[in-house]
Nanobody
Framework: QLQLVESGGGLVQPGGSLRLSCSASGLTSGLYVVAWFRQAPGKEREGVSC????????NYVDSVKGRFTISRDNAENTVYLQMNSLKPEDTALYFCATTMTLFDKCDLTNNYASWGKGTQVTVSS
């Protein structure tokens, strides 16, 4: 059974950094595209970043470009989201999601079959 578990969230001051991890079990990592989404209170869920099966292609929402970096280690079945220069508006519950695909590309739509439960990121002084 496919399972995703996020970790690495926490409270950080503006300008600080966090690294989120998404650990997957029950799948062959190299066949899956993975994305990070976030949802702040009172707001819709937003796609933040995604990474293709091989890790060779990535996408980011404009608001995090240049600050966040997504990467994956298929041997460890883990995807990371390095978040630098964090801002209060980055505060949200962050989810990872995955789906099997034949193609080595990704997008930030909600067309992902499996979701984790999320890890909270709070940016505040």
């Amino acid at each position: 059974q496919l399972q995703l578990v996020e970790s690495g969230g926490g409270l950080v001051q503006p300008g600080g950094s966090l690294r989120l991890s998404c650990s997957a079990s029950g799948l062959t990592s190299g066949l899956y595209v993975v994305a990070w989404f976030r949802q702040a209170p009172g707001k819709e869920r937003e796609g933040v970043s995604c990474i293709s099966r091989s890790g060779g292609r990535t996408n980011y929402v404009d608001s995090v470009k240049g600050r966040f970096t997504i990467s994956r280690d298929n041997a460890e079945n883990t995807v990371y989201l390095q978040m630098n220069s964090l801002k209060p508006e980055d505060t949200a519950l962050y989810f990872c999601a995955t789906t099997m695909t034949l193609f080595d590309k990704c997008d930030l739509t909600n067309n992902y079959a499996s979701w984790g439960k999320g890890t909270q990121v709070t940016v505040s002084s």
